[in-house]
């Protein structure tokens, strides 16, 4: 192995995120969805510049998302999964990390190792959910790509974990209600309740389910089943015990806490799991755990693991219940 190409390449990472990123803003793989289209096509249909859109495309055409034949680009299947409107789309996802204060806070990584402080709260002066509760335009682009992630994981946890023995769901934290409306999908009788901050719930489509607004450090709506998907990693441990101890306070004896997140000691995608924990360190001041760390952390708010239950993705749905 050349070790000094090899580094290099990861070195370049930087550039492929954010080549991507503009991909997904410019809608350039949304563009392709009905055929091919010349360069000069392209460029009217996403607005962009002709020949600094020539070699955004040079580069994303050597890196796998399209082909270019005779002058005309088309998607292959990794551009095709760039598209808004295609199953499991990462678009969402894509179009947030580039750009605004997500993109801004990974320069202040150093300083946040070196620290220990939220790389979030040294860019920007105050934690990342204050910041976005007061620029829309963030908060809206976030929820956008938590739902377009939700996608992704939502079917692999209603297909791996059977949610048949509960009548009323709650999805705590759960942005537009992307996972409930799965499980619902599944489920069509059980009542769902999507609990968010009010800001965030007000932009979900409410047709399916029961909708609260509020702040899970002060109560969380009682329900058989509590899921709480990518929310507990965002917290450090003292805020995520206080949040699992309001789910306790709102579980009916037999009702069951339901994490889905990522476990560092058993993750199928280690590098994931990895860097979604240096994710949370500079953005959140949370962190991604292991079996043993989720444990105790349920212990302390008064629950006792029960179960983990694998899905085809990367996460795990922990089962808690009320320790006895
Ligand atoms: N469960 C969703 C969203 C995860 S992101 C998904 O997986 O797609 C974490 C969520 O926690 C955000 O939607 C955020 O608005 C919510 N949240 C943060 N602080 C909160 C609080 N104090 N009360 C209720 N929800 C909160």
């Given amino acids: 192995m050349d070790a000094s190409r090899e580094l290099l390449r990861l070195i370049g990472g930087y ?40 070699r955004l495309l040079h580069a994303l055409t050597a890196l ?26 990462v678009a969402g996802w894509a179009r947030f990390i580039g750009t605004g204060s997500y993109w801004q806070t990974y320069a202040a990584l150093e300083q946040c190792v070196r620290s220990g402080e939220t790389a979030f709260s040294i860019v920007h002066g105050e934690p990342v959910w204050e910041y976005r509760a007061k620029h829309p335009d963030e908060q809206e682009a976030f929820d956008a790509a938590m739902t377009s992630m939700a996608d992704a994981v939502s079917d692999a946890v209603v297909t791996a974990y059977d949610f048949s023995r509960y009548e009323s769901v709650v999805d705590v934290g759960g942005g537009h209600g992307r996972l409930l409306s799965g499980i619902l999908e599944r489920y069509p009788t059980i009542h769902g309740v999507l609990f968010d901050q009010p800001d965030v719930v007000a932009g979900a489509d409410t047709e399916r389910f029961q909708v609260v607004g509020g702040d899970f450090f002060e109560s969380v709506p009682a329900g058989d089943a509590l899921v709480l998907k990518s929310v507990i990693h965002d917290w450090a441990d003292a805020e995520s015990i206080e949040i699992l101890r309001n789910c306790r306070r709102a579980l009916p004896t037999d009702g ?66 009320a320790t006895h």
Avoid at 27 to 46: F, K, N, R, V
Avoid at 301 to 307: E, I, K, Q, R, Y
């Fill in 15 to 54: 550039q492929v995120s954010q080549a991507i990123s503009v991909a997904a803003r410019l809608g350039i793989s949304d563009a392709l969805a009905t055929g091919p289209q010349t360069l000069a096509e392209l460029a009217e249909s996403t607005g962009a510049d002709e020949q600094a859109l020539a």
């Fill in 256 to 321: 069951r806490v339901l994490l889905v997140e990522q476990l560092l000691d058993r993750s199928p995608d280690p590098v994931r799991t990895a860097l979604s924990d240096v994710n949370m360190l500079i953005m959140t001041g949370g962190r991604e755990r292991t079996t043993d760390e989720y444990r105790r952390l349920l212990a302390a708010a008064g629950l006792t693991l029960v179960d983990t239950v694998a899905t085809a993705g990367t996460t795990h749905v922990i089962e808690a219940a």
């Fill in 64 to 89: 796998g998302l399209y082909t270019a034949d005779d002058g005309s680009f088309a998607n292959t299947e990794l551009g095709a999964a760039l598209r808004v409107d295609v199953p499991r789309s």
